[in-house]
């Protein structure tokens, strides 16, 4: 078989290379690209306007045989279709593909997973999600299984499993004997985009309630939270976090997220009241959602307005926001930077 040597541009986005490495027979190099990269949010509407005026500006700007890609971390069958259909590259982060340059032709498509078999297909749970969310989160050279179990709160047996998933994923290394294994972060920003594109991020935060609290911003939300003095742990997420972390991504939020941990037998309502939020649809300015397997309360930081959710987690829960990938594509950078 052929091999083809695909060449990315240094500030390609980190995503990509995981994504090309997944095509058949490919070698990945970082110089001056053939191909010129776009990077889309993942799941906003297609405007081919401006992918358009895109496509040209790098035609008439790159070296002769360069020819534009456009990447998403997130694409559907339809979008993939109609990039086809318009004769533009792309690649997502699941590995579909379709590539034509000087020499180089791919076409690559996953297929959806049988509904029978998503079962027995082994993936992170929520508290998987947790403990991987403390991979990228936490700096270290290397992570024994024991490190990981403690940093999480998980049992060893959770921390080996995520561990290994991780491994047969390509986004940790092991090194040492099999018994005394260590692993090692390839990538933490592919383990990031890897998360991005699970099925429990790519679903909305259930269960969930809107309410109310006598607050102008998230800033004055989290100072009303840390006042009530609540037994109930909580941390701000998503896109309200972000300025609280002083990364803002939007110049206003009308809804703040926050995660709140109680046990799954517990009324939802109760807790929120307990917080001194009024249970309210109109003119709600807070979503409650219930920390299932404590994402967002587990290492939440503690900042002087009050408790924030753990960056990987803060970026991940922009996806169920409104215009919530353009502002994730902003804080993305910080959460590699937030990392301790």
């Known amino acids: 078989m052929k091999t083809i040597t695909i060449t990315l541009p240094p500030n390609a986005p980190p995503g990509l290379r995981r994504a090309l490495e997944q095509l058949p027979a490919a070698t990945i190099e970082h110089g001056e690209g053939m191909l010129m990269?776009?990077?889309?949010?993942?799941?906003?509407?297609?405007?081919?306007?401006?992918?358009?005026?895109?496509?040209?500006?790098?035609?008439?700007?790159?070296?002769?045989?360069?020819?534009p890609l456009v990447y998403r971390s997130r694409m559907s069958a339809r979008a993939r279709d109609d990039l086809r259909g318009a004769g533009i590259n792309f690649v997502d982060g699941a590995g579909n593909a379709m590539i034509i340059a000087d020499g180089l032709y791919v076409a690559l498509g996953i297929p959806a997973k049988p509904a029978t078999t998503m079962t027995s297909r082994k993936e992170l749970g929520h508290v998987g999600i947790r403990a991987a969310q403390i991979l990228v989160d936490h700096t270290r050279d290397t992570w024994s299984t024991t490190a990981l179990a403690e940093a999480a709160g998980v049992s060893i047996g959770q921390a080996h499993n995520v561990l290994h998933i991780l491994e047969q994923e390509g986004l940790v290394r092991a090194t040492g004997a099999r018994n005394k294994r260590d692993r090692t972060v390839i990538d933490p920003g592919a383990l990031l985009d890897h998360l991005a594109t699970h099925r429990l991020t790519m679903q909305a935060p259930t269960p969930s309630a809107l309410g109310y609290l006598p607050a102008r911003d998230p800033d004055g939300i989290a100072r009303q939270l840390d006042a009530a003095a609540s037994d109930v742990p909580w941390a701000i997420s998503g896109i309200a976090a972000a300025s609280l972390y002083g990364h803002p991504v939007a110049s206003s939020v009308p809804i703040t997220a926050v995660r709140i941990d109680i046990p799954s037998g517990e009324d939802l309502i109760a807790a929120m009241t307990s917080l001194g939020f009024e249970p309210s649809d109109r003119g709600a300015n807070v979503r409650v959602i219930r920390d299932t397997g404590r994402v967002g309360t587990h290492d939440r930081r503690a900042?002087?307005?009050?408790?924030?959710?753990?960056?990987?987690?803060?970026?991940?829960?922009?996806?169920?926001?409104?215009?919530?990938?353009?502002?994730?594509?902003?804080?993305?950078?910080?959460?590699?930077?937030?990392?301790r």
């Open 37 to 67: 990269i776009i990077s889309l949010p993942g799941r906003a509407p297609l405007r081919f306007n401006i992918i358009d005026h895109q496509v040209d500006r790098a035609k008439g700007t790159r070296s002769k045989g360069a020819e």
């Open 303 to 339: 900042k002087p307005t009050g408790a924030l959710a753990p960056p990987s987690r803060v970026y991940l829960d922009m996806f169920s926001e409104g215009r919530g990938e353009d502002a994730a594509e902003l804080f993305r950078p910080a959460v590699l930077e937030l990392a």
